[in-house]
């Protein structure tokens, strides 16, 4: 079994290294001295991690440990991040260790027999999802460019990455709270997904799917962190950022399909989740597809 050593895919002085990556083949069992993070952000495929296989997909981000066994199998064509961190890295950082600590023993699951497993997968979806990814290219976008102090500012990320991750797993964990809002939640994301370029009328949605405008608005909130106007146009901006990777339509276009009236607002909302402007962001896509 091959083992894959720090000193390969870290730089020499750097504690952390990141990645991003596509993958079309499988990458067949392995190990390595250094902690990796692997956060999904297009395609789906199979991850095993000691053992145990997982079904991944857009959202996921898997955690493997030092000397963990690891090998992956992607459906098609994958997108990902790899974050690669060598163990000093809490060290040499202003990190608050207890942080990753309560993030990795959340991640044990408790089952009725008395055994304990671990599931080293935090999956997110909706807003959570795009800030999530928000702050991974904010990662690597100080990794690549390597200016002054960007090693601290990557680590502050990372904090922020694994503080929304323990987030994450607590409100999984909370069992009566999904079990309460999920139905809702279910109804709201398909309703926005089909009709998120419309004008925006919380009132109108409460009606359709048959909730009171003031208890729709409150359980969305407590759910999802975030106003349902918020959530639209979170959406909005996930459905621009695919027409400017996928077609050749003039950003002033898509910000209008996409349900934008104001060209200022498209703006700023684009680079408030992607963190870069949406001529930059499809750049980038025409420089990773050569």
């Known amino acids: 079994m091959k083992k894959y050593r720090n000193d390969d895919w870290i730089g020499n002085g750097e504690y952390i290294a990141i990645y991003s990556c596509w993958n079309r083949g499988a990458e067949p069992l392995h190990m390595h001295d250094f902690i990796e993070l692997i956060y999904i952000s297009e395609g789906t495929g199979k991850h095993s991690i000691d053992g145990e296989t997982y079904s991944v997909k857009k959202g996921d981000l898997l955690f493997v440990n030092v000397n963990e066994t690891h090998s992956f199998a992607p459906d098609g064509i994958i997108r990902f991040f790899n974050i690669l961190i060598k163990p000093k890295f809490f060290a040499n950082r202003s990190f608050h260790v207890e942080d990753i600590n309560k993030l990795f023993s959340l991640l044990v699951h408790h089952y009725s027999n008395g055994l304990d497993k671990k599931k080293p997968i935090v999956s997110f979806f ?37 503080a929304r991750a323990i987030r ?106 992607y963190g870069c402007s949406p001529a930059s962001y499809r750049g980038k896509r025409d420089s990773d597809n050569g």
């Open 126 to 162: 909706g807003a959570e999802l795009l800030e999530a990814e928000s702050v991974i290219h904010s990662m690597l976008k100080e990794y690549d460019g390597k200016k002054g102090e960007y090693d601290n500012i990557i680590c502050f990320y990372f904090q922020i990455l694994i």
């Open 168 to 273: 994450n797993v607590t409100l999984r964990e909370d069992a009566d709270v999904i079990k309460k809002f999920s139905t809702i939640m279910r109804d709201v994301e398909a309703y926005i997904e089909k009709e998120y370029s419309a004008p925006i009328q919380t009132g109108d949605i409460a009606k359709n799917l048959f909730y009171s405008p003031a208890y729709f608005s409150r359980c969305v909130k407590k759910y999802s962190g975030k106003t349902y106007t918020e959530l639209v146009q979170l959406k909005r901006i996930e459905k621009a950022g695919e027409l400017l990777k996928n077609t050749k339509d003039s950003v002033e276009t898509i910000a209008a399909n996409v349900g934008f009236n104001d060209k200022k607002n498209f703006y700023k909302s684009f680079k408030r989740i």
